[in-house]
């Protein structure tokens, strides 16, 4: 009984300020007043109407893609050489692969916004999808290591023992057989990047506002429900993800 | 020095194959020919090396030393798509996201037969494991006995020089196994094709295989027909392996007319035939096959009788397994049932065999085991 209420409590801190969120987002005036005396979807046109958020939300879109995208490409390579060879030290690659930054998020921040300086990068949409890529491909590694530990060697040895060369193996065998993990692999990296605001605030200059930087700096000059709105719509757009990576199983491989 | 029923060129031969995993010894010089349209299985207890003998052949595992020679030519060092074997594993390795037409026509593919050839190859190769309805099943949709004929086809269809089958029975039920044993065979009686089938199942390799290698330790422990392995052991492991009951350590007492006399170790003396070169005092083993024992009446014409307590019977359908002693010498006998029943535990019987079927080997020969 009481471990049920306590459960009941943690649920409700967890989710009132993303409930009182999207209730504020519905509200008419320039001020948020309890209780709601009208509804109305006057912050959402002001999101749209903001040229500001649009195109961050275009930048992030892109982004969280390329970052995504990247990291699964990258992480098939580093997980199947993991699962399959015996590469010298693979237990220290393993442990680089697959843990998440042990650096603090803001000392990797500075130290990407040094390392994209020195090499002319700063400032460009290729650092910050380097930057994405190195916070998002432990989790990809994890994922899609699971996936393939999923996929016997004999199939593999029984592919190649019918003719098929070691990419022949990879394209029509290992690859479809891994797909789930990989899509998954990918709408969890596109989230994270999605919503990384630490590294990035540090890698952004005046071009390349991601939307939660953007959210971020909007809030520093004002407060109106405009940025509830938008909360609103990131919220959902999450939640769709989120239970497209349920779906595929996701989340398990993450936390092994 | 070539073995018994290779008339032409071996298809597959392997000389002085060596590998190890650490300490355990897989292969230890081992030297294997498997003729054409042969079919040998290598019969041994887990861990005695047979699946990585095959995996050398395969090329999925490279000897430390020895040659792999398939059709006249030194495969080592070629790698597994470029030999022209075909595998079937143990757990099928199907691929589960292509159909059964799909899975068949792989190796196909790969080698790229033209469509038209293609489909007509992949028709014949399910039609033989009679499947043709399945075809565009997914193998997950299968049973296991379907999954293991299209996991046939699939290395069949490409015609290889050797099929090579580790275990491909052992995840069926009994029943199955029985059936599928009758379907590869058949199916390689009318392909021609050379196989060798490894497993650790005597009846097995009995039913299906033209020459069994009885594998132990990376060795060839010995290598014959069914009838030579069964009948005539070569060794005290390969008579304990393909199931003998009524193994006896023994001491050569002296000549008996044409035979010998053994004292088996436990107090009794028997006969067996002469081999050559004995004198008394040698070690020797001897097998007195549960087969061959007849009980009461039925013994008392026969040369060898002994009065023996029956100590349990086990019943079995067609056949009892009765165990006895005579003496302090423990005996098993198989005994079919007849209509006047069998006798009972402390009942007291005579048995008896003929000094012919009693197998004895001196324990000197070949490390005797």
Same mark, same amino acid.
């Given at each position: ?81 993991? @699962? ?7 237990? #220290?690659?393993?442990?680089? +692969? ?9 000392? +990797? ?148 | ?13 392997? !000389? ?24 040998? #299985? ?39 798509? #470029? !030999? ?26 790969? %080698? ?6 293609? !489909? ?9 494991? %009679? ?17 293991? %004929?299209?996991?046939?086809? $699939? ?18 039920? @009994? ?30 390799? &009995? ?28 060794? $005290? ?83 009892? !397994? ?8 423990? &005996? ?28 004895? %080997? ?8």
């Amino acid at each position: 009984m009481a471990l049920r209420l306590f459960n009941w409590i943690m649920a409700a801190v967890m989710l009132s300020p993303i409930l009182l969120i999207i209730w504020m987002s519905f509200t008419p005036g320039a001020m948020f007043r309890i209780p709601l005396e009208a509804f109305s979807l006057r912050w959402y046109r002001e999101v749209f109407a903001y040229p500001g958020f649009v195109n961050a939300f275009f930048l992030s879109l892109r982004l969280a893609a390329a970052a995504a995208g990247a990291a699964v490409a990258l992480s098939f390579v580093a997980a199947y050489a993991l @699962a399959r060879t015996r590469l010298r030290g693979r237990a #220290a690659l393993d442990a680089l +692969f697959t843990a998440p930054l042990i650096v603090p998020a803001v000392v +990797f921040g500075i130290a990407m916004l040094q390392f994209s300086n020195r090499l002319g990068l700063y400032n460009t949409f290729f650092a910050l999808v380097v930057a994405h890529v190195a916070i998002v491909t432990p989790y990809a590694v994890r994922s899609i290591a699971a996936a393939l530990r999923a996929v016997p060697i004999e199939m593999e040895w029984a592919a190649m023992n019918l003719g098929a060369r070691r990419g022949t193996v990879l394209l029509r065998i290992v690859l479809p057989l891994c797909a789930r993990g990989m899509v998954a692999a990918f709408l969890l990296c596109f989230l994270m990047s999605f919503s990384e605001v630490t590294v990035t605030i540090f890698m952004t200059g005046p071009g390349y506002q991601t939307l939660p930087v953007r959210i971020y700096n909007y809030l520093t000059d004002q407060v109106d429900p405009t940025v509830a709105a938008l909360s609103a719509m990131l919220i959902g757009l999450s939640l769709l993800l989120a239970l497209i990576v349920a779906g595929l199983g996701g989340f398990k491989e993450i936390s092994k | 020095m070539r073995p018994a029923g290779i008339r032409a060129a071996p298809v597959l031969e392997l !000389r002085g194959l060596v590998k190890r995993y650490g300490s355990v010894v897989a292969a230890a010089g081992l030297d294997l020919a498997v003729g054409d349209g042969e079919f040998v #299985a290598l019969l041994g207890p887990s861990g005695c090396g047979k699946t990585t003998v095959l995996r050398c052949i395969a090329g999925i595992v490279e000897p430390e030393a020895g040659e792999v020679v398939l059709a006249g030519e030194n495969i080592c060092g070629k790698p597994i798509y #470029a !030999r022209d074997t075909a595998l079937v594993f143990q757990n099928y390795a199907l691929f589960p996201h292509l159909s059964v037409f799909e899975n068949v026509a792989f190796g196909l593919r790969m %080698r790229r037969v033209p469509k038209p050839e293609l !489909r007509a190859r992949v028709a014949e190769a399910l039609d033989l494991v %009679r499947l043709s309805a399945l075809e565009k099943r997914l193998p997950g949709a299968l049973s296991g006995g379907q999954q293991q %004929r299209v996991a046939l086809a $699939r290395a069949l269809v490409v015609r290889p020089a050797l099929l090579l089958l580790d275990e491909p029975l052992s995840n069926l039920d @009994a029943r199955l196994r029985e059936e599928m044993r009758g379907e590869i065979r058949r199916l390689q009686r009318t392909l021609g094709v050379a196989a060798i089938l490894v497993t650790h199942d005597i009846e097995e390799a &009995f039913s299906v295989a033209d020459r069994i290698a009885v594998m132990r330790e990376g060795r060839i422990e010995q290598m014959g027909a069914p009838a030579e392995i069964y009948g005539a052991p070569a060794t $005290r492991f390969v008579a304990d392996f393909v199931g003998h009951a009524n193994i006896f350590d023994a001491t050569v007492r002296g000549a008996a007319g044409r035979g010998v006399r053994l004292g088996i170790e436990g107090g009794i003396e028997i006969e067996a035939p002469m081999a050559p070169g004995w004198r008394a005092g040698d070690r020797a083993w001897a097998i007195i096959p549960p087969e061959r024992i007849r009980l009461g009446a039925a013994a008392l014409e026969l040369d060898q009788r002994f009065e023996a307590e029956i100590k349990e019977v086990t019943y079995l359908g067609g056949t009892s !397994r009765i165990a006895l002693r005579v003496g302090a010498v423990p &005996f098993m006998v198989a005994s079919q049932n007849a209509a006047t029943g069998t006798p009972g535990a402390g009942e007291r019987v005579m048995i008896g065999w003929e000094r012919d079927d009693v197998i004895a %080997r001196s324990a000197a020969e070949r490390g005797g085991g």
